[in-house]
């Protein structure tokens, strides 16, 4: 290539690389590569219902996950003390660990992302290193990741898992380098196509993990340069061991996952290109399994020329039978193969490959519309020229490097995460400031100083702490080539690996240790959604998880930006039911008058909920009330409202592990609303005081009961004032109402309606009409006369404050779809309050909104789903550029009474100038228990 090209070694100033060795480890299941990890949360008593890996792959958490264990440690939200660390603690899991012969450990901290004063992490990291020695390799999470427990979590497992190989890997770069006469640096691409020195990539290979497809993205995207510009593409990078495939959008950057992305099973919360990985590639292996023709996951990888048959080996691959199977293709001795595989085999591997590609590029469809597909790597003759679903399949020149092209377009990025006050300095000047900081550590990077610029912006208040805001700054800019030389190569083994990648002991072959990677059991069992039927017995209906992950997305979708993420909860209650525990659900038609209602869940900061994971507050709580209260014991259990996390609190504490009582299809909201006074109950004023007697505990020993007070308002005040105290989240326990009392305040059949939702959107993601879920969605929740799609864009604006506890803000939202045209925004305070379009050049003011502008307003429901998965995107989690959907659904006629407008509309959230005006008619949600109750 030198010579060709007439380049003088010399005068390369850097070599960069993307790499697919890390994420083809992972893919493939390699044991031979994956290290076995111990993790060590400093979490106290929390996380301890949704231990380390719960959501993974099974095959893939045997490979990697060898011990955990939860020890003292983790902070609040505002910095103080769960708990300290403990010495002794961390030296008996040392002992442990060290007889388990682990060599690769994580330690999580709850909060250390925030943790600048105490370092927990860093403290256990030291007694770690002084018990275990050099040799072990230690990770501690807030160097991989962000705020979200369970996903950083993940992230530093699986970056713990590969350093190992990562470092052999990086280190065998240097050869060949030497080989051609290259005496420059080494740098690896980012999963966001930025670059990462070889020494910075050995310590966190997991964010190069998917830089190989946005490089051939990026890549293609030049290729195919102006002819094709202006049209979205499905990019199937083949490669030797996977096939990877992300959409290219039409401006010619790669479609990027939302709030949480997903590699091989494993859910994480960085920034990821949206692609899907397959075991298919150059090097599969192709053999018989029983009457079928297996390829891949299992791959000869980087050693196909010595073990393909068209090489002389022993191993047949898809490119000994994509040989075969075309007299235009000369790759090796094609005489070796030709008339040597049985015509059969050839058959059914076309049929297969084919098969296998077409499944990927449908997963990863959004409308049943065909598009253009554009084949590229060096795996691509193994493709077929023509595919379902492509309206036509392009493989352009120099489609084997696209990318390598890719990794040289690379540009130098870095990020300051951190907390400071607002107390002394405004958000302005300290924004301005981790401004400058970003393009320093940007320009330090290796950037040209005149190129950075500042390309992300995130500022998040912490709610229940005074005058504190988490910034995020992200700077881009240009790699600066004339420094290349001031990053040097360093030596990046440890003692005891020579560099040498091959440590497999299967002869090169990458063995995927399953038998099966398609039978993973960490989701439902999939069932025909057309024909599923849930079970119910005797008028109770008996959750299953198919159940459970519909009710979930619902109840997200119910929650209009607020109630939490339900997703840990979510894990508690799937882990409930795979112990053999069972779940019910009643309708609230058919209580008896003298029945007890308890009610119950989790009060306080959604952002609290997505990292200090639960323990056993709402248990604590229903402990501590009917210890003191004399009225009775709960008989059965309703939600206190149905939006986010508190929608699946029901089921936990009604289950048969914990209360063992039937949950009440039904709620006190409805919807999500900020504080305990915006329910039903209240509404209707029937009883002077209703959340009194009432007990809440933090689940780290602290409760506190409150037998009466003068009103639902004043509960309201002294629970928050004690939030503050109790680490801004604690569990809640309500004093029971009759039965009778709940068939008249329930907003109705709610659980129904958010399993409705969710087999909507679940139906849509099978269908591969996501471009169509927000309809799908109307349609659930009552047709047209019911909901509305309110506007389809993308995130332009996210502003957030603080106010008395909750996070007030809006989010602007610009028109992408062709039926919507310019913006709107949606202010916030927990929840969405309204969606309120802007005229052109208009600013945003609070104040000024006018009704005829209003597109919906609370106490109807504005929720914002996330365009290319169908789920609600809460308000934590609005961020730039997220494609989004706004849907509108008219409230329960429980708050169009004019109190309920008093209570939940617009005067309650401070937008006196405006009035509520109904989307639509309200339709009363169908039971489950109803439809599906063959007796009735």
């Avoid at 004063?117 to 160097?143: F, P, W």
């Avoid at 910034?471 to 690996?497: C, M, P, W, Y």
Wanted: hydrophobic share 40%; proline share 5%.
């Amino acid at each position: 290539m030198f010579k060709s090209a007439s380049v003088d070694p010399n005068s390369v100033a850097s070599v960069t690389i993307g790499t697919t060795h890390f994420v083809n480890a992972v893919v493939t299941r390699d044991s031979s590569r994956l290290s076995p990890v111990a993790v060590l949360r400093l979490s106290g008593p929390f996380s301890k219902h949704a231990p380390p890996c719960v959501d993974w792959p099974t095959s893939l958490r045997k490979i990697i996950l060898a011990h955990y264990a939860l020890v003292r440690g983790g902070l609040e939200i505002d910095g103080e003390l769960i708990s300290d660390i403990d010495e002794q603690e961390i030296v008996e899991q040392c002992k442990i660990i060290k007889e388990q012969s682990i060599k690769s450990i994580v330690i999580n901290g709850v909060f250390s992302p925030i943790d600048t004063v105490e370092r927990q992490e860093q403290r256990a990291a030291e007694i770690v290193k002084r018990e275990l020695g050099d040799e072990v390799d230690i990770v501690l999470s807030k160097t991989v990741a962000n705020l979200g427990f369970l996903e950083r979590e993940n992230a530093a497992i699986l970056n713990a898992s590969i350093l190992s190989f990562a470092r052999k890997t990086i280190a065998s770069f240097q050869a060949p380098m030497q080989k051609l006469g290259l005496n420059c640096p080494v740098f690896i691409t980012q999963n966001d196509g930025t670059l990462l020195s070889g020494e910075a990539a050995s310590r966190l290979p997991i964010r190069t993990f998917s830089s190989g497809p946005t490089n051939s993205m990026r890549g293609a995207a030049f290729l195919v340069g102006k002819q094709e510009s202006g049209e979205a593409m499905m990019v199937v990078d083949v490669g030797g061991t996977t096939t990877d495939v992300g959409l290219l959008l039409a401006n010619g950057f790669p479609r990027q996952q939302a709030a949480y992305s997903e590699l091989s099973g494993v859910r994480m919360n960085f920034s990821y290109p949206d692609v899907k990985s397959i075991g298919l590639g150059g090097g599969s292996l192709v053999r018989r399994v029983g009457d079928r023709l297996q390829v891949g996951p299992e791959s000869v990888g980087y050693r196909l020329p010595e073990k393909a048959l068209v090489f002389g080996g022993d191993v047949p691959t898809a490119t000994d039978y994509t040989v075969a199977a075309s007299s235009e293709i000369s790759i090796g001795d094609p005489d070796k193969v030709r008339g040597k595989l049985l015509d059969a085999d050839i058959t059914d591997f076309r049929k297969e490959t084919k098969l296998m590609i077409e499944r990927i590029i449908d997963t990863m469809k959004t409308s049943p519309k065909d598009l253009p597909v554009l084949l590229v790597g060096g795996g691509a003759v193994v493709a077929p020229d023509s595919l379902k679903g492509a309206s036509r399949v392009i493989k352009p020149e120099w489609s084997g490097v696209a990318n390598a092209i890719g990794a040289a377009m690379a540009r130098v990025s870095a990020v300051v995460d951190t907390v400071k006050s607002t107390e002394k300095q405004t958000e302005k000047v300290l924004l301005a400031e981790i401004s400058e900081e970003a393009k320093q550590r940007t320009v330090e990077a290796g950037a040209l100083a005149d190129s950075v610029e500042v390309v992300e912006v995130e500022t998040l208040p912490l709610q229940y702490v005074a005058n504190k805001t988490r910034f995020i700054v992200r700077a881009a800019g240009d790699f600066d080539f004339s420094r290349a030389q001031d990053f040097t190569n360093l030596h990046v083994t440890k003692a005891g690996e020579d560099g040498a990648t091959d440590a497999s002991a299967h002869n090169g072959i990458a063995p995927a240790s399953i038998d099966d990677t398609s039978a993973e059991d960490n989701a439902a069992p999939e069932v025909d959604i057309e024909n599923y039927k849930p079970k119910i017995v005797a008028r109770e209906w008996w959750i299953s998880e198919t159940d459970l992950d519909w009710i979930t997305i619902g109840c997200y979708i119910l929650g209009t930006g607020g109630g939490g993420s339900p997703y840990s909860t979510m894990l508690r209650v799937r882990g409930i039911l795979r112990a053999g525990g069972t779940v019910r659900v009643v309708s609230p038609d058919d209580l008896q008058d003298e029945d007890l209602v308890g009610s119950g869940g989790a009060a306080g900061s959604p952002t609290v909920g997505i990292e200090k994971l639960s323990a056993d507050e709402i248990m604590d709580a229903q402990t501590g009330l009917y210890e003191l209260f004399k009225g009775g014991r709960a008989t059965h259990i309703i939600p206190l409202e149905i939006g986010g996390s508190n929608g699946l609190q029901g089921l936990v504490l009604g289950a048969s592990t914990n209360m063992n009582v039937p949950c009440v299809d039904g709620d006190w909201m409805g919807r999500a609303y900020p504080t305990k006074w915006q329910t039903t109950p209240v509404v209707f004023g029937e009883r002077e005081i209703v959340f009194a007697p009432v007990c809440v505990a933090d689940g780290n020993g602290n409760t506190l009961y409150m037998p009466t007070a003068k009103s639902d308002l004043k509960v309201e005040q002294v629970i928050r004032a004690a939030l503050s105290q109790m680490g801004s989240a604690v569990g809640t326990a309500d004093a029971p109402v009759t039965g009778e009392e709940t068939k008249r305040w329930a907003v109705e059949h709610t659980i129904s309606l958010s399993w409705r939702i969710g087999r909507e959107v679940a139906r849509a993601r099978k269908e591969n009409r996501i471009d169509s879920v927000a309809e799908s969605i109307i349609n659930a929740v009552g047709g047209p006369e019911t909901g509305r799609v309110l506007f389809k864009g993308k995130i332009v604006g996210v502003e957030r404050k603080l106010w008395m506890g909750h996070v007030y803000g809006e989010v602007i939202v610009e028109a992408t779809d062709d039926q919507f045209s310019g913006k709107i925004k949606i202010p916030f305070k927990n929840e969405n309050i309204a969606a309120v379009r802007l005229h052109d050049g208009q600013e945003s003011k609070t104040g000024e909104e006018r009704n005829e502008d209003v597109l919906a307003i609370v106490p109807d429901l504005i929720s914002v789903i996330d365009a290319q998965n169908g789920e609600a995107i809460g308000t934590p989690e609005y961020r730039y550029g997220l494609l989004v959907l706004v849907i509108g659904i008219t409230a329960s006629e429980r708050w169009t009474s004019p109190k309920g407008i008093e209570i939940g509309g617009p005067n309650a959230f401070g937008l006196n100038h405006l009035e509520y005006r109904p989307l639509g008619k309200f339709v009363k949600p169908v039971s489950v228990i109803d439809e599906f109750d063959d007796k009735a």
